[in-house]
């Protein structure tokens, strides 16, 4: 049986291999997460395309207002950084323009989207999308933390577990032989309690409310 890792993985290759890209909520505002993936992909030399409503253009790349703008869909990866109002109207037109792959990012999702996506096999083939298991899933959400939405600083939109910290092992208690060196000495108790190991954590609870840049409602 394919591991969920894998399949997320194979998820992720497909959509990296796209001839063309676009960020559905690309933003010109550098903090915003729109603004973020979009970067990513032109660092990556990607092809891509900003889609948004009321910018003409973002890093000087021209935008559309509608994926039915773009000029191949079909062999399109979509990733998509809106609010949960706004995609699954994207997702119906994404389906039914037949885009080759979509990545929603974090909080681009409610759960709408997610039934949508799940009723339509072949469309879930093709997405990557965070869910209660996935994030529930320290080696899943990392084999995300590479793609879209990584910025130069290494902020991933995609939540990350923390490295696992752990506490210095012990000091081996000191006994002492009666007789050392001619001088008696006293035996030392063992310590009365165990030492104290932290687990691992997922780094932030709250990544569903991450501020994902400009919402695009009603994209037609």
Not at 12 to 21: N, T
Not at 51 to 67: D, H, R
Not at 73 to 86: F, L, Q, Y
Not at 133 to 156: F, I, K, Y
């Amino acid at each position: 049986m394919t591991s969920k890792l894998a399949i997320v993985n194979q998820k992720k290759e497909r959509f990296l291999s796209a001839p063309y890209f676009a960020v559905v909520g690309a933003s010109t505002n550098p903090a915003k997460n729109g603004y973020k993936a979009l970067k990513w992909l032109v660092e990556q030399h990607k092809d891509v395309t900003p889609v948004n409503l009321k910018a003409s253009e973002i890093q000087g790349l021209k935008c559309v207002k509608a994926l039915s703008e773009l000029p191949d869909p079909t062999h399109t990866s979509v990733s998509i950084v809106v609010h949960p109002e706004a995609t699954l109207d994207i997702m119906q037109q994404a389906k039914n323009l037949g885009i080759f792959a979509l990545w929603l990012q974090p909080g681009a999702e409610d759960d709408a989207v997610v039934q949508f996506i799940q009723a339509d096999a072949q469309l879930d083939q093709r997405c990557i999308y965070s869910t209660h298991a996935l994030h529930d899933s320290p080696l899943l959400v990392h084999a995300l933390a590479t793609g879209p939405g990584t910025d130069t600083n290494g902020q991933c939109l995609f939540a990350e577990p923390t490295a696992v910290a752990t506490a210095p092992p012990p000091a081996a208690p000191a006994v002492a032989s009666n007789v050392a060196a001619g001088i008696k000495r006293d035996m030392l108790s063992p310590p009365s309690t165990p030492p104290v190991t932290k687990s691992a954590k997922l780094a932030d609870d709250s990544v569903h409310t991450m501020d994902l840049g400009e919402e695009i409602p009603g994209l037609a």
